[in-house]
């Protein structure tokens, strides 16, 4: 397993190696700002008081993108129903912000086929976008080749009602195991994320996941709604390079 410890990391290198990395999610430049100085890879932008996907103001994501300086960065298009001409204008809008990643939620994967293919047409004008499948909403892994062959650059296990647990609690490690191994024969990027803890990282990194996404675990007294804590960021850091090196 290629893991390795936390270096700068280029758009490129995200999908160049084999290293699981850390995505911090932030409501703002200040948090952004935070998250990276503390070593977070990837900044992923959203507003958790909208929902599991909520999306910030145009003008805040770019505000961000503009302070991480190429840094890599994703933000989400927000909590939308399955309407292909609402879902493509969200991320045709959201590329716009030069955000690198793109992230769209899947609520129910079964109904959202045409939007997956109203998207196909924007990942063949290079636009990167993840799809976000939800544990507690049974995501349906037959979906994935879908995803593929619509030309989306990765896909992310979250979970939508942050109140009734995480990730871990509404799918078994082999059950998550299997995605992170079907993505991966797909030749997509798989993230894992769902109110993730620092103690539910060793047995996610042994399934070599591309990243793990935190919100809860980084933030002051652990409250999704609070503001990103350095030190917290920092122990998350810590605890996933750790690991990284005894899976080599």
């Not at 129903?81 to 991320?91: K, N, Q, W």
């Not at 933030?219 to 917290?232: S, T």
């Amino acid at each position: 397993m290629a893991h390795g410890g936390h270096r700068g990391t280029s758009p490129q290198a995200l999908e160049a190696d084999a290293m699981t990395r850390l995505l911090a999610s932030v409501t703002g430049p200040d948090e952004a700002r935070v998250a990276r100085s503390a070593g977070a890879d990837i900044i992923d932008m959203k507003d958790p008081s909208a929902g599991a996907l909520g999306a910030l103001p145009l003008e805040r994501i770019r505000l961000c993108v503009e302070g991480l300086g190429g840094h890599p960065s994703s933000a989400t298009v927000g909590d939308l129903p399955p309407d292909p001409g609402l879902v493509a204008d969200a991320v045709a809008a959201t590329a716009a912000t030069g955000v690198k990643y793109v992230k769209v939620g899947l609520f129910d994967s079964r109904a959202y086929g045409t939007c997956i293919e109203a998207l196909a047409r924007e990942t063949k004008g290079g636009l990167r976008l993840i799809a976000v499948l939800f544990a507690d909403l049974d995501p349906d892994p037959a979906s994935l080749p879908a995803l593929a062959a619509a030309g989306f650059a990765g896909m992310m296990l979250d979970t939508a009602h942050k109140a009734q647990g995480g990730l871990r609690t509404h799918m078994s490690t082999d059950q998550i195991g299997r995605f992170v191994a079907q993505a991966r024969t797909l030749g997509l990027l798989c993230g894992l994320a769902g109110s993730l803890r620092m103690e539910d990282i060793p047995a996610l990194l042994a399934l070599q996941p591309d990243y793990l996404g935190f919100r809860t675990a980084l933030c002051e007294r652990r409250r999704r709604d609070g503001h990103i804590d350095p030190a917290a960021v920092c122990a998350i850091r810590e605890t996933l390079d750790h690991s990284c090196a005894q899976h080599r």
